[in-house]
């Protein structure tokens, strides 16, 4: 049962527009999101966050919005840079657990 | 960055044979983890630490052991390897302060282990 899902394996956009990431969760209990990237032969960095109190979380190119009725998470990239070609994962956990639930990745290409 | 460091960084192996995978961080921080990384699966949980000789399974954990005895180090053994342990083993470390969860995990850079 996947908790954390990543529906789109792969996104395309063009440098200097607006890259949109999305993920999707079934457990209600979740109360903290995070997103990370990853570079082939690197270790996942962790990107940006959100708590289940707020809807928006913003740092600098990087805005996650929380849909918490629609279990719905989406990271928005403005302007979308080569650089940010890489694979995005998405994970949740809820309080207390210390455990953290990964989606499969979308792969983003930055195209030039 | 957070220092993890993650040993050996690749690692080619024969079937039935022990391995051991090494995971050392200089944060002090209490959590630890193991994950595995597939394509089509992204990352799943193994085992995790949240203290000196404390573990608990992860959500893929058969076929691996853990243990604890430092703070800095965690070490994940496949005590005989199969072929469906080929994968790209991450740790991860968290700080693992209050009751929050809300706190971000900080990851190795992997090690690349083939099973043939």
């Known amino acids: 049962d996947q908790q954390v899902k990543q529906n789109s394996p792969s996104l395309s956009v063009q440098e200097g527009r607006i890259s949109i990431l999305n993920c999707d969760y079934t457990n209600s209990m979740f109360d903290y999101f995070l997103w990370y990237k990853k570079y082939p032969a690197e270790g996942p960095t962790f990107l940006i966050s959100i708590s289940s109190i707020k809807d928006k979380n913003e740092d600098g190119r990087f805005t996650v919005f929380l849909n918490k009725s629609a279990k719905h998470l989406s990271l928005h990239i403005v302007p979308s840079q080569p650089g940010d070609s890489a694979v995005y994962f998405c994970a949740a956990t809820f309080s207390g657990t210390y455990k953290y639930i990964f989606g499969t990745g979308t792969r983003l290409k930055v195209l030039a | 960055d957070a220092g993890i460091t993650q040993s050996p960084r690749h690692k080619v192996t024969e079937t039935g044979t022990p391995v051991t995978l090494r995971c050392h961080q200089t944060e002090n921080h209490r959590y630890m983890y193991w994950y595995r990384q597939d394509p089509g699966h992204g990352l799943r949980l193994i085992h995790y630490?949240?203290?000196?000789?404390?573990?608990d399974k992860g959500e893929v954990s058969d076929g691996y052991s853990v243990s604890r005895s430092k703070t800095e180090d965690f070490l994940l053994t496949l005590e005989s390897a199969t072929s469906s342990q080929t994968s790209v083993y991450f740790c991860?470390?968290?700080?693992?302060?209050?009751?929050?969860?809300?706190?971000?995990?900080?990851f190795g850079d992997g090690t690349r282990l083939s099973i043939l």
């Open positions: 991860a470390i968290s700080e693992g302060m209050g009751q929050s969860s809300n706190q971000p995990q900080h």
């Open positions: 630490s949240y203290g000196v000789k404390d573990t």
